[in-house]
């Protein structure tokens, strides 16, 4: 059976392989997959009744104004931390030496990892558009230019975090501190970004330093998608400002790529 | 083209001032089946792993299929088969889904089937990585290695946690490759398995080679004198000769026929091994 290799192959063929995978560690699925939905739960009960609204028109419920910061720190949460902490521990348990010691290209490895997570991402954010409007009663969007803007929003948000958290993975310097280091960290950008705060409440200089990472501007995005235009004017600019979102979102994106390439590493640092 | 698979002159290696391999000289011939003796860290993994593009050395020559492992290409990397001293991960995929998918990155690979039921693994296709015992497991790490129909294979201890009856089938299956033409670098601990398996064997310690010979003839054991027991006047006795038949013969027409009690040996690799690493020899005390 001598056929040619193909990196596009290999790379589905890994995508297909890390989704069967991922999906079988059933624990981490649940958490995962329950923690937005129990966020948004939460805000629902906590603040039910309260609303979020511009000085002149109809105010929205808090489920609903807090739905897309769940849906962009979903999206962090399902790219950058599982990805990096599960690089850190395939470095340290030898799945990337195996992998390493094979003619696999590099580049099928990264894109299998990136189709796993599109598959996991789409599956966790449609469970809680589901969960959301089921019990929440929350409408969402049905023009298909908001939902344009979710798919753009959603792909370089997801590819962004899954290159930076892969870049992110050589970091901790064993698997054990990995979560450690990963989650802290990205704790404090869900707070700073306006994924559980209004983000106009937050001090200029923290909004000025949360503008500079890529979450802030993925939830601006979400909150687009997920919240009546007539919401624009509670932003700080008083724009959803897809240009710079989008310019921003990119930025990341291909400076985690640049990353990756320069610095990753199949093997512990301690081994070679 | 070079005519050996495997060439190395000069080779050093130190881990943080820590020297593992300090000048080590090695050729192996395409075809050839080497195995790699040495106590633990005298320098084998090390020196494996370097050849294998793992680790990157601090001085000296390398050549492995002709191009330098610290550069290696893709087109390299298939034409290699590795099995790792320790290897994991993948835990949650089965043995039929890992085979199958590796057999992908390979241009020439064998048929994932095949190498399956080669390394024992039939029963246990469909069990997970996760739950395979110690000894599955690192036949799953030799199914892996062979997978891609390597011209040169590396196994580094490929036998520890093997049953006996999976050591003599993996030793049957490194045989059936080598009859193939496989070029195969072995490190083990196993003495026996060294002999059936290997043309020469180099012994390793200190970082360096101090002993490289066939199996038989490794630290002069050719030469060595036949140890002659036998029991006479209710007595053990034990001679050295360069010539036993001769002193079997003598003794046949002194006791008239039956020698009592008699066992003619040479020392064995494990003696001549020991003898080089600089343990003292202790076989020949035991026997009774
Ligand atoms: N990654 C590393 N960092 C620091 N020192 C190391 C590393 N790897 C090996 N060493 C040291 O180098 C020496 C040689 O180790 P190596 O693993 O090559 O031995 P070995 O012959 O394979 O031993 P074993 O039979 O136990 O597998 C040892 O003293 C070991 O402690
Ligand atoms: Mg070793």
Same mark, same amino acid.
């Given at each position: 059976m001598s056929t040619a290799v193909s990196p596009a192959r290999i790379a589905m063929s890994r995508a297909s392989l890390e989704t069967r995978s991922y999906f079988r560690e059933r624990d981490s699925v649940i958490f995962s997959f329950l923690f937005p939905v129990i966020m948004l739960g939460i805000f629902a009960v906590v603040f039910?009744?309260?609303?979020?609204?511009?000085?002149?028109? =109809?105010?929205?419920?808090?489920?609903?104004?807090?739905?897309?910061?769940?849906?962009?720190?979903?999206?962090?949460?399902?790219?950058?931390?599982?990805?990096?902490?599960?690089?850190?521990?395939?470095?340290?348990?030898?799945? $990337?030496?195996?992998?390493?010691g094979t003619p696999m290209p590099p580049v099928s490895y990264f894109l299998g990892k990136v189709g796993? #997570? $599109?598959?996991?991402?789409?599956?966790?954010? =449609?469970?809680?558009? =589901?969960?959301?409007?089921?019990?929440?009663?929350?409408?969402?969007?049905?023009?298909?230019?908001?939902?344009?803007?979710? =798919?753009?929003?959603?792909?370089?948000?997801?590819?962004?975090?899954?290159? $930076?958290?892969?870049?992110?993975?050589?970091v901790p310097r064993s698997a054990k501190s990995a979560s450690a280091v990963v989650?802290?960290?990205?704790?404090?950008?869900?707070? #700073?970004?306006?994924?559980?705060?209004?983000?106009?409440? $937050?001090?200029?200089?923290?909004?000025n330093v949360a503008s500079v990472f890529p979450l802030k501007w993925l939830a601006q995005g979400m909150r687009s998608v997920f919240l009546p235009d007539r919401l624009e004017t509670l932003e700080v600019s008083a724009s959803w400002q897809h240009g710079p979102t989008a310019l921003i979102l990119s930025l990341w994106l291909i400076a985690g790529l640049v990353i990756c390439v320069r610095t990753f590493r199949w093997q512990r640092r301690d081994d070679g | 083209m070079t005519t050996s698979a495997i060439r190395v002159r000069g080779l050093r290696k130190a881990y943080a001032g820590v020297t593992a391999v300090s000048g080590l000289d090695l050729d192996v011939a395409h075809g050839e089946v080497f195995a790699l003796l040495g106590p633990n860290g005298a320098g084998k993994t090390t020196t494996v792993e370097i050849l294998e593009g793992y680790r990157r050395r601090d001085a000296g020559e390398v050549s492995v299929l002709g191009a330098d492992p610290a550069r290696p290409d893709a087109g390299w990397r298939a034409r290699i088969g590795i099995v790792l001293q320790s290897s994991g991960g993948h835990d949650e995929l089965t043995v039929q889904e890992l085979v199958h998918h590796f @057999?992908?990155?390979?241009?020439?690979?064998?048929?994932?089937?095949?190498v399956i039921a080669a390394v024992g693994l039939d029963?246990?296709?469909?069990?997970?990585?996760?739950?395979?015992?110690?000894?599955?497991?690192?036949?799953?790490?030799?199914?892996?290695?062979?997978?891609?129909?390597?011209?040169?294979?590396?196994?580094?201890? %490929?036998?520890?946690?093997?049953? %006996?009856?999976?050591?003599?089938?993996?030793?049957?299956?490194?045989?059936s490759l080598a009859d193939g033409g496989t070029t195969i670098v072995l490190t083990t601990h196993y003495?026996?398995?060294?002999?059936?398996?290997?043309?020469?064997?180099?012994?390793?310690?200190?970082?360096?080679?101090?002993?490289?010979?066939? %199996?038989?003839?490794l630290g002069g054991r050719d030469h060595d004198l036949a140890v002659v027991r036998w029991s006479e006047d209710g007595r053990q006795r034990t001679e050295r000769t360069a010539e036993p038949? @001769?002193?079997? @013969?003598?003794?046949?027409?002194?006791?008239?026929?039956?020698?009592?009690?008699?066992?003619?040996?040479? @020392?064995?690799?494990?003696?001549v091994y020991l003898r080089l690493i600089g343990q003292p020899e202790q076989t020949l005390e035991v026997v009774s």
């Open positions: 039910g009744g309260e609303d979020v609204g511009p000085s002149s028109g =109809a105010p929205v419920d808090f489920a609903q104004y807090f739905l897309p910061g769940m849906v962009a720190s979903g999206i962090m949460l399902v790219s950058f931390q599982t990805l990096a902490i599960s690089l850190a521990i395939e470095r340290e348990d030898g799945t $990337l030496k195996r992998l390493r796993m #997570i $599109l598959v996991v991402g789409l599956s966790q954010i =449609a469970l809680l558009l =589901a969960v959301a409007a089921v019990a929440f009663g929350v409408e969402l969007p049905t023009e298909p230019s908001k939902w344009l803007t979710f =798919a753009w929003c959603y792909v370089l948000g997801t590819a962004g975090g899954a290159v $930076l958290g892969i870049a992110y993975s050589s989650v802290g960290p990205l704790l404090v950008l869900q707070f #700073i970004s306006g994924v559980f705060f209004v983000f106009n409440d $937050l001090p200029s200089w923290l909004q | @057999a992908g990155y390979y241009p020439g690979a064998r048929d994932p089937d095949d029963e246990k296709r469909a069990t997970r990585a996760r739950h395979l015992s110690g000894g599955q497991r690192r036949r799953l790490d030799v199914a892996l290695g062979i997978l891609g129909n390597p011209e040169l294979l590396f196994l580094d201890e %490929p036998t520890t946690g093997f049953d %006996p009856e999976a050591r003599r089938e993996f030793w049957a299956l490194i045989t003495l026996d398995e060294a002999e059936q398996l290997a043309g020469r064997v180099g012994v390793i310690a200190g970082g360096r080679i101090v002993a490289l010979d066939t %199996p038989d003839r038949t @001769a002193l079997v @013969a003598q003794l046949a027409g002194r006791l008239g026929g039956e020698v009592p009690g008699l066992i003619v040996s040479r @020392a064995t690799l494990e003696d």
